[in-house]
T-cell receptor
Framework: ETGVTQTPRHLVMGMTNKKSLKCEQH?????MYWYKQSAKKPLELMFV???????ENNSVPSRFSPECPNSSHLFLHLHTLQPEDSALYLC??????????????FGEGSRLTVL | AQTVTQSQPEMSVQEAETVTLSCTYD???????LFWYKQPPSRQMILVIR??????QNATENRFSVNFQKAAKSFSLKISDSQLGDAAMYFC?????????????FGTGTLLAVQP
């Protein structure tokens, strides 16, 4: 079992659907992140949560709605998406700064296809 | 704004040989981390090696080593004795050390093929 678990691994949805991606970390970390990975582009940071509070929203369209109910769980709610939103969505976590080594710990990703 | 550039979209190496992946970055900060991450076809990003900017000594992890040139803002990864399992996408990444969280900035990646 990995320290950061993402479900579902694959998701196909229509443009009018509503779905959610889930991320759970078992590492005792306090910060959680959503990244979007598209082919031939750098990973794009979407959202950052630190101790359940959103600290970064990188100009993400409102059709992506994050939720962080506690430091272990992170959701990405999806609605009325566009085909260009098809990508691999990666969740990551990191520990509190005083124990930090600077890295992120990633899940395996959720492959999203929007038809 | 900080940027990370990987100019080699694809590289190939023979098994047991050595390969070097290039990365340059731009930042006005003096205290930061640099990373190389590996993403195999199974997709999970795995940390390969980390370098703290204040350390002059180049980081090494077994067969993996870096050449960190701070003044030139260059951070290359050398893989020695390449193995079939090294085949993956490799990402160079930067993180400002003084932030409250670890917002990594990534390059576009280099796809490494290992030929038997």
């Amino acid at each position: 079992e990995t320290g950061v678990t993402q479900t579902p691994r694959h998701l196909v949805m229509g443009m009018t659907n509503k779905k959610s991606l889930k991320c759970e970390q078992h590492l005792g970390h306090n910060a959680m992140y959503w990244y979007k990975q598209s082919a031939k582009k750098p990973l794009e940071l979407m959202f950052v949560y630190n101790f359940k509070e959103q600290t970064e929203n990188n100009s993400v369209p409102s059709r992506f709605s994050p939720e962080c109910p506690n430091s272990s769980h992170l959701f990405l709610h999806l609605h009325t998406l566009q085909p260009e939103d098809s990508a691999l969505y990666l969740c990551a976590s990191s520990p509190r700064k005083r124990t930090d080594t600077g890295e992120l710990f990633f899940g395996e990703g959720s492959r999203l296809t929007v038809l | 704004a900080q940027t990370v550039t990987q100019s080699q979209p694809e590289m190939s190496v023979q098994e047991a040989e050595t390969v070097t992946l290039s990365c340059t970055y731009d930042t006005s900060e003096s205290d930061y981390y640099l990373f190389w991450y590996k993403q195999p076809p199974s997709r999970q990003m795995i940390l390969v090696i980390r370098q703290e900017a204040y350390k002059q000594q180049n980081a090494t992890e077994n067969r993996f080593s870096v050449n960190f040139q701070k003044a030139a803002k260059s951070f290359s990864l050398k893989i020695s004795d390449s193995q079939l399992g090294d085949a993956a996408m490799y990402f160079c990444a930067y993180s400002f050390r003084g932030g409250a969280t670890n917002k990594l900035i990534f390059g576009t990646g280099t796809l490494l093929a290992v030929q038997p």
